[in-house]
């Protein structure tokens, strides 16, 4: 999903360097995109970005932010994108994040400080690619957060790669923002706040 959302965020202008533990893995990736794509650490790519693209299995979250978690304070946005699912991250992550009030409640917590909007947690890597700009309407992109600034810089960035941004609610609602929930998949903007006010 990284590589999918990065290839847009590169369509649109944006330097992006992406990370990984292994860097020389994504050299096929950025060299396909061009010179606006890098590859990196994940250190290097938490100094290197002024957004925050977070797109990771989600019980890799403790960890990334306990070591990188001053740096990610700091930035004006990290787009969470992260969601737990049992089969990979374990029934404990997902009992946990359920506890604290669901994904975007529980990523406050692993990400201490940091401006969270949950984005794009419904939408298949496979189909973003192909629906961004989408003729005849954009199609809908649920978002959620709590910082007015962080909200407004994520909304210009989702415009900005070709999809319609809809708040829906603070990070409590961003339990409703991952996949098998009636926001996930490919909407308009119109069904989204007609679902989402249905929704508490
Ligand atoms: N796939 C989708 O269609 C989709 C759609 C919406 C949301 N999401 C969410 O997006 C996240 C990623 O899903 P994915 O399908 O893209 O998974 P993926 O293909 O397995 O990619 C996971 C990425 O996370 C990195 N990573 C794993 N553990 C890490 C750690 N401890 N520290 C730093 N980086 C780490 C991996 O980098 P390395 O190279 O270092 O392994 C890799 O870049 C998940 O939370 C998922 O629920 C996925």
Known sequence: MGGALGALFVKAGHPVMFSSRHPENLKELTTRLGPLAQAGTVEQAVAFGDVIVMVVPYAALEEIGKTHGRNLA??????????PIARRDGAD???WVDEQGGAGLASVKLLQGARIVRAFNGISYRRVG???????GLVG???????????????GIIR????????VGGLAMG???????PLAEEHTPAEIRQIA???R
Request: a neutral charge; charged letters at 25%.
């Open 175 to 181: 339990k409703h923002l991952r996949p098998g929930t």
């Open 93 to 95: 992550v997902v009992k």
């Open 141 to 155: 992109v649920p978002i959620a957060g709590d910082d007015p600034k962080a909200i407004a810089l994520a909304e």
């Open 160 to 167: 900005g790669i070709g999809f319609e941004p809809v708040l």
């Open 197 to 199: 006010a249905g929704l």
């Open 74 to 83: 700091a930035k004006p946005l990290v787009l969470d994108i992260c969601n």
């Open 130 to 136: 192909e629906i961004a700009h989408r003729p005849g």
